[in-house]
């Protein structure tokens, strides 16, 4: 379908709309392509059962669960996003908490499909606060405590400085649980911070506009 002649364009915007609709139509088979390869991986890895202590409310108190209790039942996958809070990250990361102010908004949606958690290196009393001060009420946010789970899945270094990851994770039918997928914001020297850009609105509304997303930063607030 081409693109509607809803005013008076000229004849050069037409043919640059158009010139756009199809790079946007090769974009989305691009993407599909790629979304396929990623669920055709092989079978990965069997990883420790980690535990973790949940704090999703400044009401709840502290609660030990393990990697294997985050699936809600069998044949469900699990989504685990790794917060940059704790450690030497004394303040939670405004891009990290952006991405999860959205996951928190459509936690709902993904429900019926995949179980979903937040993971931070933070204590608990301090990641319990935050949350509840963002309003994290619709997901379930996880301090890592003792476990080296940030660090075995590389969004910890061994001097605690915190990077952000997006992690997968299946349950076999004896319980057991396998990694199947991990990214970074860092896909190579070129790509820094842009690796899951897909998983946050905000950049692609901002890359809708004629100013783009220029040099503008997420902040933990804004000014009125």
Known sequence: M????????????????????????DLVRRRENVARMRRDLPPGPLVPDYEFV?????????????????FSGPGRPLIVYHLMFG??????????TMWVDGFNGIARHV?????????????TGPLRQFAGGRGWSGIRVLSAGDSTFKFDLGSEDAEGNQDSRVSVFVQDADGGVRHTYTSSPHLSEEVEERGIDLLCATWHLLDLTPQGRGDWYAALDYPD
């Open 54 to 70: 949940e704090c999703a409310s400044p009401d709840w108190a502290d609660r030990p669960i393990h990697l294997s209790g985050l």
């Open 111 to 123: 429900a019926p499909n995949a179980d979903f958690a937040v993971v931070a290196a933070a204590d």
């Open 2 to 25: 081409e693109f509607t002649n809803l005013t008076a364009e000229s004849g050069g915007y037409r043919d640059a709309r158009e010139a756009l609709r199809l790079a946007e139509l």
């Open 87 to 96: 450690k030497r990250q004394t303040t939670p990361c405004p891009m990290c």
